[in-house]
C-alpha cells in the first residue's frame, strides 16, 4: 500500500507539472500557428534607462500598433518558417539544466504576431538572453542554451542579422 501510495506521490508531483507547462506552451504554439500574419523583426535599442523627466524609452509596440520609426529589417514568415519559429521556442528546458545569463537587456529583435487587427510579440535580447513579451504570451525566457543559438541562427539565416552579438569578431 505505501508503495502504491509513494508511487501516485511521484506521479503526481512529477508529471503534472510537466503536462502543465507543455499545456501552456502549447497554447502558445497554437498563437503563433493561428495568426494571420508572424513578422520578424530587428529594430534599434529599446527599454533605455530614463536619466531626467521627460527622457523617452522607445518601446517595439507603442499604443497597441509597431513603432516603424525603430526598424531595421523585417520579413514576414511563411507558414513552414512560423512552424519552426513556434517549435524552437516552445522546447522545454530539461530538468536540473541552467546557463549563466546576462543582464544587460538591450533588446534588437522581435517576434510580431497579427491575428485580427491585434499585434502579440516578443522583444528580444540575444547578449542577455533574455525577451519581454506582451501580456496574451505565456512563456518563461528561462530557455535551454540550445533554443536561444536555433533562435539567433533563425535570425541571422533569414539575414536579421543587425545587432546580433559577437565576440572578438566572432559569432557566439
Known sequence: MIKIFLTL?????????VAFAQKSKNKVYQTFMAADSVVIVSHTLTYTPIQNDGDYSPRLIENGRLNE???????????????????????SLKLGETFERGMCFMPHHGILIYKQN???FFDICFDCKHFVTSADIKLSDNL??????????????RKLDYQIPMIHGKEE
Do not use: E, G
Not at 506521490?9 to 507539472?17: A, E, G, K, Q
Open 9 to 17: 506521490t511521484v506521479f503526481f508531483f512529477c508529471i503534472t507539472p
Open 69 to 91: 520609426k525603430i526598424i531595421k529589417q523585417r520579413l514576414k514568415l511563411d507558414k513552414k518558417d512560423i512552424d519552426l519559429l513556434a517549435s524552437t521556442l516552445i522546447m
Open 118 to 120: 491585434k499585434c502579440s
Open 144 to 157: 535551454r542554451i540550445i533554443t536561444w543559438q536555433k533562435l539567433k541562427a533563425f535570425f541571422k539565416s
